[in-house]
Structure formats: structure tokens, C-alpha cells
């Protein structure tokens, strides 16, 4: 498979809409990280999903970091339920910051 070449641009917006993450490469729709906002404010995202074509480009983690900035920038924490989202944050000690104090590392 190929390679995302160093200067392909991900960007990453919140679809509230959709209750998600949306990541786009190029204008087109890569993939996205679905969550539910808890009534505690908690977003749990249980959902993360890279499109077909699309895996093995690194999307996947650039999604995962934007999901990141997303909740330092709207002062939020997150509880990831999705295996592929709490693995990232696992591996990634200077992102835990956002995490749900209730969320087990």
C-alpha cells in the first residue's frame, strides 16, 4: 500500500452535527471519531474509523491527535471507549492530559 506523501495535509473539524471528528485530506472525508457527550460534560468517544483506501497513511493517528487538540482547545475530557483511540492515548503519555479522570490508563 502506499504511503501518505510528508506534505499531505489532514485536518480535522468537529461535526456536531454528527457527534464526531471529522478528518479530511484534500476536502475529501478520511475518516472520523464518533463520540456522546455525557451529562457530566465527559465526550466518550467509542467510535474511531479510517476509510477504506485510506489505512496505512497515518490518518489514524493524526485523527486520534486532532481528537486531542480538539479537547484541549474546547477544555473538554474525553473517555475512550474506542479500542483504537484509548491504545493512542495509552502510547502517548503527553496527551493524557484530556483524559476523564475515571479512565483507567
Not at 26 to 39: R, S
Not at 77 to 91: D, G
Amino acid at each position: 500500500m502506499e504511503s501518505a506523501a510528508p506534505t499531505t495535509t489532514l485536518t480535522t473539524t468537529d461535526n456536531t452535527e454528527l457527534s464526531r471528528i471529522d478528518a479530511h485530506v484534500d476536502g475529501a472525508l478520511v475518516g472520523f471519531a464518533a463520540y456522546e457527550v455525557c451529562d457530566d460534560g465527559v465526550y466518550t468517544f467509542h467510535h474511531t474509523e479510517v476509510f477504506e483506501g485510506n489505512e496505512g497513511r497515518g490518518f489514524g493517528q493524526r485523527l486520534a491527535e486532532g481528537v486531542v487538540r480538539f479537547a484541549r482547545e474546547q477544555d473538554v475530557r474525553i473517555h475512550p471507549t474506542c479500542s483504537f483511540l484509548a491504545s493512542y492515548l495509552r502510547k502517548h503519555p503527553d496527551s493524557q492530559d484530556v483524559l476523564d479522570p475515571k479512565f483507567e490508563v
